[in-house]
């Protein structure tokens, strides 16, 4: 009886998905959000465009996250 050789797909699916964009949910998290010595990360380069492209008439980023008025936008590098 060789019957046991069950291959079972590993779940992987659980865990491992936080590093995607939190806008889009497809890119990879590149680019944080600073504001008051905090950062939220983080979007794709594509969302971060849109991001900034819906700035407020008086350039004001607003985090896509919070809604927090952002001080900078920061490049994530990962080790
Ligand atoms: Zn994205
Ligand atoms: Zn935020």
Do not use: N, T, Y
């Not at 504001?35 to 979007?43: C, E």
């Not at 991001?51 to 407020?56: F, H, K, S």
């Not at 896509?64 to 001080?71: A, F």
């Amino acid at each position: 009886m060789q019957r046991q050789q069950q291959q079972q797909a590993e779940g992987e699916d659980d865990e491992g998905e936080e590093v995607v964009c939190l806008v889009c949910h497809d890119g990879p998290r590149q680019w944080g959000f600073l504001h008051g010595g905090s950062v939220h990360v983080g979007v794709c380069g594509g969302c971060r465009e849109l991001v900034r492209a819906r700035a407020g008439a008086g350039g004001a980023v607003s985090c896509p996250v919070c809604r927090e008025p952002v001080d900078g936008i920061i490049k994530l590098i990962q080790a």
